[in-house]
């Protein structure tokens, strides 16, 4: 439809309609009853063009509107571009979320769309070879009916929680063939909508269990020789007390080997806390008996170097896990803390109740660890300076054996430092594993 005249001209046209009307009917003596005419021919014009937008909104407006003049046609070419301008929008809109749909259905990986109460609104064409679910077959289907997995349902949950507001991940094996491993993500988004993403790693598990195995044998074959090697030093070294060049040979064959035996020994633990999915032995026990033990043991705290190690903890609260575990743990932090810090700085070994739960933590007043080092210190082997590491005699592997047994524990290791100002490693517990006990009743 081709652009009305704008409103000056229908004026003007209006004007040059009405007034030779209106001046022949004033010469002939009949000006009122013109008027009457022109007014009635005016109503009756707009009612059948009102009559004729009804019957065109009614079908859909979806054909041309009838020709017409005048305001009502302004009326229909705004509304017949609003149409056109709706349609080529609604038309982009659906090829984009047709491109938008074929590259979801070409990803390798299998995309689930989930309602608020899990139940399938949508799966792309990966998801049937992955998990056996199918669209349309399987759309309403709650994805919890589908996959009976007790480690999937405790990952998804109630339907509708409301703490699913953060990416969840979990990895198990496919529910169509045990040797094939899934990774599995689930991702809030909309109003009260999920993703689900699954993407096989079954090679990247197999090559983790390859990891994990590789060093626990090599680990295993390494320890008897080096305890063999290390005995013979120390019998050497007594030997060649008069010999001194010998002597320093002899004494630098023993100091090597024992690191190298300390080195085994961690990978050992870390290979088997890697391995062994089960928790272990767990029962309730005190951490404040522990850190006193440990701030006294001469092979954590250096006597030449005078550590001031201070105690500040809560008798009276007990965590359920793994005594050794965590002791090994504790160990490990405060090991650290002594090897990385000056002589003569204050040491703090606290456990307090929190408002998530409880707390245990090591304090420094050390140089500190610059902040571009924290997110990588729980990596094996990441040193944060290779020299002083090496010639203070550490591994590198005692912060991720300290991450591996919270996981265990369903704890978490929060590290928070500053240059110049010291260190703090807390290792964080959930409200489920702690208690307080009632010392009266056991003084009783």
């Known amino acids: ?17 009405a007034l030779p ?18 007014l009635a021919a005016a109503l009756a014009w707009n009612i059948y063009n009102l009559l004729s937008l009804e019957a065109w909104l009614r079908l859909g407006g979806r054909s041309e509107p009838a020709e017409t003049g005048g305001i009502w046609g302004l009326v229909f070419d705004h509304l017949v571009r609003r149409r056109n301008h709706h349609e080529r929008r609604v038309h982009r809109l659906r090829q984009l979320v047709e491109r938008y749909r074929d590259s979801v259905k070409a990803m390798p990986d299998a995309v689930i769309i989930l309602r608020a109460d899990y139940r399938i609104e949508w799966v792309n064409d990966a998801a049937p070879d992955m998990l056996g ?25 109630a339907p509708g929680n409301p ?29 009260r909508q999920f993703l689900l993403l699954t993407r096989d790693t079954t090679q990247l598990h197999r090559l983790e269990v390859i990891r994990r195995d590789f ?9 008897t020789p080096l305890t063999v090697l290390y005995g013979i030093a120390e019998t050497l070294e007594e030997d060649l007390n008069n010999q001194p060049e010998q002597l320093r040979s ?10 190298m035996k300390l080195l085994v020994d961690d990978l050992l633990l870390l290979s088997r806390l890697e391995i062994d999915r089960e928790k272990g032995t767990q029962d309730w026990f005190q951490p404040a008996p522990l850190l006193k033990e440990l701030a006294e043991e001469p092979s954590l705290v250096s006597g030449e170097q005078q550590h001031d190690i201070r105690l500040d903890t809560d008798p009276t609260l007990e965590l359920y896990g ?30 307090h109740e929190d408002t998530n739960g409880a707390s245990l933590s090591v304090e420094d007043t050390g140089p500190g660890i610059a902040s571009h080092h924290i997110p990588r210190l729980t990596e094996r082997f990441y040193r944060v300076d290779n020299g002083r590491t090496q010639s203070r005699g550490g591994t590198g592997l005692g912060l991720a054996i300290v991450k591996h047994v919270l996981l265990r524990h369903d704890g978490h290791l929060a590290i928070d430092s500053q240059i110049g100002r010291g260190s703090r490693f807390t290792c964080r517990f959930p409200r489920g594993r702690v208690r307080r006990i009632d010392t009266r009743q056991d003084s009783v």
């Open 1 to 17: 439809m081709h652009p009305r005249k704008t409103w000056p001209n229908l004026v003007l046209t209006s004007a040059l309609i």
């Open 21 to 38: 009307i209106l001046a022949l009917g004033w010469a002939t003596g009949q000006f009122w009853p013109t008027v009457a005419f022109l």
């Open 215 to 223: 060093v626990a044998n090599v680990s295993h074959e390494l320890r």
């Open 133 to 157: 679910i199918t669209w349309p077959r399987d759309e309403g289907q709650r994805i919890t009916h589908l996959l009976r997995y007790p480690g999937f349902l405790d990952f998804m949950g």
């Open 163 to 191: 703490d699913r507001s953060a990416t969840h991940t979990i990895t198990l094996p496919s529910p169509l063939m045990d040797d094939r491993w899934l990774e599995m993500r689930l991702i809030p988004y909309g109003e």
């Open 250 to 259: 002899v004494q630098m064959l023993r100091e090597h080997s024992e690191r």
């Open 322 to 351: 793994n005594r050794n575990e965590l002791r090994s743990a504790c160990a490990n932090l405060l090991f650290n803390a002594v090897k990385y810090t000056p002589a003569g700085t204050r040491i703090t070994l606290s456990w």
